[in-house]
């Protein structure tokens, strides 16, 4: 029976047993946002490291390169960590090794945590993740990145797109206040999320970084269907 529950934080993972769960880990500016869009445009598979030293190892192997720290695009590596960098072909049959501030490392943690399944979660591709996880009819884990282990606002308000959106077509039982917040947060915001979150820390963080467009991209809702999950310990199309 589906049900919701949502980890505000990384150092708040601990707290939740996400066993047989499918957890969606949430990281819309913009790691998940990223690896939706990069299985969108036709990866075959993004893997995600703690480390840039492991993403270079990775290159040995025929892998691009993508790293970024701090919203920059690290030196030496053939991407940063923009959705934008995945299209026109850029990534099109090939793997890409990735490592990003907060989003790879929660998709490292929660890989060996004994989860049924690990999406990634975005506005992107909301309508049919939600279908997807009606239909797995399993408990739900948003699994929300922020910031170096602080709260942000834009992976709380998609768990509450999200956990609003299942709730709203299967009346399913929300016994978690994380989730009945995060859905709250989205009501709040949604009618126009980009003003919302032009407060928010990361949002300004990367205007100063000249990334608005990456910013409006990654807020468009279900405008991306396929839906990315680990598969030998990759995010591949499933
Ligand atoms: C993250 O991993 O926290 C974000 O993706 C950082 C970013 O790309 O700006």
Known sequence: MISIEVVLSPVLLHLTDVTDSNVVVIDILRATSTICTAIHEGAESVIAVKTPEEALELKLKGYITAAERDGAKLEGFDMGNSPFECMNGAVKGKRIALTTTNGTKCIEAVSHAGARNVLSG????????????????????LFCAGWKDSFNLEDTLFAGAL??????????????????MSID???CARVDLASYLKKSSHYKRLSHL?????????????VIHEITGLRDGEMKKI
């Open 210 to 222: 000249h990334h608005e467009e990456d910013l409006k991209y990654c807020l468009q809702h279900s």
């Open 163 to 180: 956990g609003g959106l299942i709730h709203q077509k299967t009346g399913c039982l929300i016994d978690c206040d994380a989730a009945l």
């Open 122 to 141: 975005s506005f992107l591709n909301l309508e049919s993740l939600s279908d997807w996880l009606i239909n797995d009819n399993q408990r739900v884990v």
């Open 185 to 187: 947060l989205y009501e």
